[in-house]
């Protein structure tokens, strides 16, 4: 029986084929995003992956219904797998918004659906990374959000080489739109056709500004120019205070496709631009209010960073790490009357924190050895009985090779020691 | 808009209702869960929230749909929720057999749905951690997975006051079954009868057992007389030899519900009896056979743990403890002048490793100390600017109320120090 289409499965390493995911390097990654995430006082949440379907129609309107992975319940209730997190935390965050001093800093590592024509390896579903601020309005709280997102991707071993985070404005397109007389009704339209921009031909989106009564020229003129706004400025000063401005560029060619963004905005690519965008966000000042009814009003701002474009950059970089067993110890039992005193030992030292493997049945002592190098054990240990009947501990570094026979009290002292 | 009855949203700490769901007590557990199944030996996998209906109708039958929460895609494929981790974990070894070694020891922390009739506070979603050994028929690989289930509860602080694995064997109630010459057409119906015993009025469990040629009284002494099979005593030599004795005792109450468990059988319970299980597992050495379609055979045992009652007893104990933001630093930014020095200072403590927070906008210096303190940060730092305008950072411990005044350089190094 197969998988359904695009979902994946997770695996231990080493993997048996270089096309499989690897549990442990998601877990890896799940790691470094919740790390600085923490280092950066962001507090974890999460929500049910299944909600009801008006949540999410309720922000994007009916047209997201299509790529939506939604259904009729047992019980009769329009529901869906959650396409996006940002609809959940404002649900969530409308339900005891008075409990949580401003501005709230939250993130979550949320599984995400999205029911898609089925193209040759396009994902169903991924992880992403969402951090989001909420109640603060200052640009302040957009270069903290920013600066999250370059110290996550430096954290991974990622530098100002390998990716850049385009920043823009929803403010400085709306302004560029006044200025040029754009009828109000057109403005949305205006802003998917800039949206596309890099992805179409010049002549179909020239083409599709005139009939709003603009010009490629001019639209380029514009992105060009790049002057930043007042708002941006502000962000900019402050990325550089932290040392950050190397990782950052002004660049109206974004702009995101969404309908509820409000103000700053920005992607970060990979600098060869050979992939897809590895993270994107913005301001969405209105959408708390709109997803809560009208009873919470809270200027929000927030990114999501998916894993499937991030580690494909990141294998293709040689910087996902060997992830192995990460075995401290494989305890050998060669001599079958000291396999109690052997589980004995194997339980001394796991209580103490180290990772332990053994031959649960009877095998030649070479196989057990075997066994020990393929998990990539640090250390081998073996009971032996000296003279008296009593028993000491053999302790084998597999790396440096060196051996000593110590007590059984001294090993675990020793082994812990050495891993530290 | 409300979440859908029977899931769970899961907040940060501090909590706004004692009802609520902690995002940080959840991680809590998972850590442990991760950390513990680490030390064993086992390795992490995953597969996806939802799978072809047909895998979880195969093993258990079509009686099991009534509880899924199973649904027809956009494609008209018959979907469902994963009920449960087992059926995933062997299609997964399934369709990469030869490339694992023998046993594989595997753990996964899924999270599982169910669609029962709605009752008061009844979950529809759990967390659940599953640990199962692959391939190897002895009874050490028994043991060693009971082991675990006892060292992920211990290394949680419960003791064998707390709780006990009670112990039984699908093979001793089997023989039972034939000894007095019970009918093979009849013998799932017997243990299920044997199943509800604890929880059935005993007229109503003795003419279930009559019409089937059994009494109460039969059953009842050989589950009074305990008396382990082979299985079991080796079992219970080899978890003697660990220390582990005191957690487990021969029950033969428990046989599990499911119809595919084969071998020895297992379910851990508080010592008070007033919580549902805790956890239960056994072997199933028929399923990955049945699975895959006759194209793996593999001898298999596991467990799962939930995270519902497991959360309970631990609340109930006092032992979920107390989960904050774990901030090292607020940085204290009260002359404005200094507000980009302080944010290289911040950036500096953050790569470092520590977490940091600050207030984002010009804030009034006795209302940063108090978000200070709520946020319970071990220290304060505070640029001043000291002779010849350089700068010096003045480092406050909040629980000791020192103070002191150090170079920026010395200030990091310090602050690591004494976190670690």
Redesign the interface.
């Known amino acids: ?5 695009g ?7 080493p993997l ?2 270089p096309d ?1 995911w690897s ?2 390097a ?2 890896y990654l799940f790691g470094k995003w ?1 790390a600085v995430a ?4 962001f ?10 379907l ?2 999410f129609t ?1 922000k994007s309107g009916e047209e997201i219904v299509g790529q939506l ?1 939604h ?5 009769g ?1 329009e ?1 869906s ?1 959650r396409p996006e997190m940002t609809p ?1 935390l404002a ?2 965050i409308s ?2 918004e ?4 401003k ?1 709230v800093k ?1 993130f ?1 590592i949320p ?1 995400l ?1 999205r ?1 898609e024509r ?1 193209q040759k390896g396009r994902l169903r ?1 991924h992880f992403q990374l969402n951090a989001d601020i909420l109640g ?1 309005s ?1 640009p ?2 957009d270069a ?1 959000l920013i ?1 999250l997102l370059i ?1 996550v991707l430096r954290s991974l071993g990622l530098t100002d080489r390998d990716f850049v985070a385009r920043l823009s404005s929803r403010n400085a397109w709306h302004d560029f739109f006044l200025r040029h007389q754009g009828d109000a009704a057109n403005e949305y339209e205006f802003f998917q056709i800039i949206d596309k921009l890099e992805r179409e031909g010049p002549e179909s989106s020239d083409e599709k500004l005139r009939r709003l009564g603009f010009s490629l020229e001019q639209v380029n003129a514009f992105i060009e120019k790049g002057e930043p706004t007042a708002e941006l400025q502000a962000i900019l ?2 990325l ?5 401005k190397d990782f950052v560029q002004i660049d109206y060619h974004i702009i995101r496709g969404l309908a509820y963004y409000t103000g700053p905005v920005f992607e970060a690519f990979d600098k060869k631009g050979e992939l897809r965008a590895i993270a994107g966000g913005g301001r969405y000042d209105g959408l708390i209010k709109l ?1 809560s ?1 009208g009873k919470v009003n809270l200027p929000a701002l927030g990114f999501g960073m998916g894993d499937v474009v991030l580690l494909e950059l990141l294998k293709e970089r040689g910087l996902v790490p060997q992830l192995d ?3 401290d110890v494989f305890c050998l039992i060669e001599d079958e009357t000291l ?3 052997s ?2 030992l ?2 001394t030292l ?2 103490a ?5 053994y031959a ?2 009877p095998a030649k002592s070479d196989k057990q050895f075997k ?1 020990a190098q ?2 990539k054990a640090a250390h081998t240990v073996r009971l032996e009985r000296v003279s008296a009947g009593s028993l000491k501990v053999k302790i084998k570094n597999l790396q440096s090779r060196d051996e000593s026979m110590v007590d059984a009290a001294v090993a675990t002292e020793r082994l812990c020691a050495n891993r530290a």
Chains 1, 2 share one sequence.
């Open positions: 029986m197969e998988r359904l289409p979902f994946r499965d997770f695996y231990p390493e048996p084929h499989l549990a442990e998601r877990q919740r923490r280092r950066y006082g507090r974890e949440y999460d929500g049910p992956p299944l909600e009801p008006e949540l309720t992975y259904f009729t319940d047992k019980g209730r529901v797998l959940t649900r969530m339900a005891h008075r409990s949580y001093k501005p939250w979550a599984q659906f029911y089925q579903e603060e200052a302040a709280a903290e600066a110290d000063h402050d550089t205070a932290r040392g950050l997803i009814g067993a990460g075995l396999r109690a005193e589980l004995n194997i339980q796991r209580t924190g180290l990772a332990v493997e649960l049945t066994r393929e998990l």
